[in-house]
């Protein structure tokens, strides 16, 4: 009789553990090489598969989902033994969302908003690092991504009041 394909620990993990397979994005976060561009591409899929909602309705499920995404990330993290695994990437899913929920809907705007979150996420300014560093637990996890969020929209904002776009 077979037992089926011979996975990795973490693959296996992942896949039978609830709360590990939301905190990788569903399995994204296992996917080799920069899994947190993984995660960022899910949430622009889901951006463009989720109808438009009213600005203060995607915020506050997005401040829930922070929140949700705090515990989760945490007990995955206590459970892995390593506080910020690089294959989870809810907090990416949530942040990038967060981005694209101010970022007006085309193709164009898509991208710059992904391209610059993923900039402020992998460069992580000023006080961005020391969110990554300094505060423990899933509220470090999802803090620092919310954070490069912050500035990518900040820049999404600005980039929109030029003549140029």
């Not at 949430?43 to 915020?59: E, K, N, Q, R, T």
């Not at 829930?64 to 892995?80: E, M, N, P, T, Y």
């Given at each position: 009789m077979a037992s089926g394909p011979v996975l990795p620990d973490l693959t296996r993990q992942v896949l039978r553990d609830p709360v590990h397979w939301l905190a990788f994005g569903l399995g994204a976060g296992l996917l080799p090489l920069a899994p947190?561009?993984?995660?960022?591409?899910?949430?622009?899929?889901?951006?463009?598969?989720?109808?438009?909602?009213?600005?203060?309705?995607?915020?506050?499920?997005?401040?829930?989902?922070?929140?949700?995404?705090?515990?989760?990330?945490?007990?995955?993290?206590?459970?892995?033994?390593?506080?910020?695994?690089?294959?989870?990437?809810?907090d990416e899913i949530v942040a990038m969302l967060l981005v694209l929920c101010i970022t007006p809907r085309t193709a164009g705007w898509t991208l710059t908003a992904f391209l610059l979150f993923r900039l402020f996420d992998v460069v992580k300014p000023w006080p961005i690092r020391e969110a990554d560093h300094r505060i423990p637990g899933g509220l470090g996890i999802m803090l620092d991504d919310v954070l490069a969020a912050v500035y990518a929209a900040l820049v999404v904002r600005g980039a929109m009041l030029l003549p140029l776009f």
């Open positions: 947190g561009t993984w995660g960022s591409l899910l949430a622009v899929g889901i951006f463009w598969l989720v109808p438009p909602l009213p600005l203060g309705v995607a915020l506050a499920a997005l401040a829930a989902a922070f929140v949700i995404g705090c515990v989760i990330c945490d007990i995955s993290a206590r459970r892995l033994g390593v506080h910020d695994h690089g294959g989870i990437v809810l």
